[in-house]
């Protein structure tokens, strides 16, 4: 059974520093990691999806890595602002029809 | 493109009450999925759809819970009876199929049971 693991569970750090997220995985037959973004009391938005042959994906200040062989990813951050602050998630998808396996997240908080 | 909506957005019953949920996916996501989100916790699947038929309930508590999806499109959750742990967040997500393509997560309902 597929075990999603976020390190660390939360991080509260100065506004304009760079950062990331960690996420393990134990199985490594993936077809895909998905990185979330949660607010509070607000549903998930989609920020980077890196198919499982690729070894990054980029969007704007974000850039996400797999090492799908190791069962890693990292979540890179760029100059942080508060705006930044929420839950972010990590999510597997596997090669049975186990849908999207989450970790509990990464509770973040920037400091103006 | 229009996202993933969901109804309602809020609701509070009291236990052994029954509720509903409904969920439109995005217009062509052939597959649908229901999570529940336990406050501190990561989503975690109930049921996934491939059009209209059920390809995974195993973690659906199917005493109490129900699921369908009509025609292939919209789909409702249902609980009966709810308990006090049935307090959560339910989240409806689509995809265009069931591997390879990402998932689009609807704001979901927050069920508070009292």
């Known amino acids: 059974k597929q075990e999603v693991t976020q390190i660390p569970a939360a991080l509260s750090v100065p506004e304009g520093e760079n950062l990331v997220l960690n996420c393990s995985f134990t199985?490594?037959?993936?077809?895909?990691l998905q990185w979330f973004r949660q607010d509070p009391g607000k549903g998930l938005t989609s920020l980077l999806l890196?198919?499982?042959?690729?070894r990054e994906q980029t969007s704007g200040r974000l850039n996400a890595s797999l090492d799908k062989s190791s069962g890693r990813s990292t979540l890179y951050i760029a100059a942080s602002q508060p705006g930044d602050s929420a839950t972010y998630l990590c999510?597997?998808?596997?090669?049975?029809?186990?849908?999207?396996?989450f970790g509990k997240g990464t509770h973040l908080i920037i400091q103006p | 493109e229009a996202g993933v909506a969901q109804s309602p957005r809020y609701k509070i019953i009291e236990k052994r009450q029954s509720v509903a949920f409904w969920c439109n996916p995005i217009?062509?996501?052939?597959?649908l999925y229901w999570y529940q989100q336990i406050l501190g916790q990561g989503p975690k699947l109930l049921i996934q759809?491939?059009?209209?038929?059920?390809?995974?309930d195993s973690q659906l508590p199917k005493d109490r819970f129900s699921a369908e999806r009509l025609k292939g499109v919209d789909s409702t959750l249902k609980i009966q009876p709810a308990k006090l742990e049935d307090s959560a967040v339910y989240l409806c997500?689509?995809?265009?199929?069931?591997?390879?393509?990402?998932?689009?997560f609807g704001s979901g309902t927050r069920l508070t049971v009292v």
């Open positions: 997500a689509s995809s265009l199929e069931l591997l390879g393509s990402g998932y689009t």
């Open positions: 199985d490594s037959a993936i077809y895909n």
């Open positions: 890196i198919q499982s042959s690729q």
């Open positions: 999510a597997v998808l596997g090669g049975g029809a186990d849908g999207l396996t």
């Open positions: 217009s062509g996501h052939a597959t």
């Open positions: 759809f491939q059009n209209n038929g059920v390809v995974d």
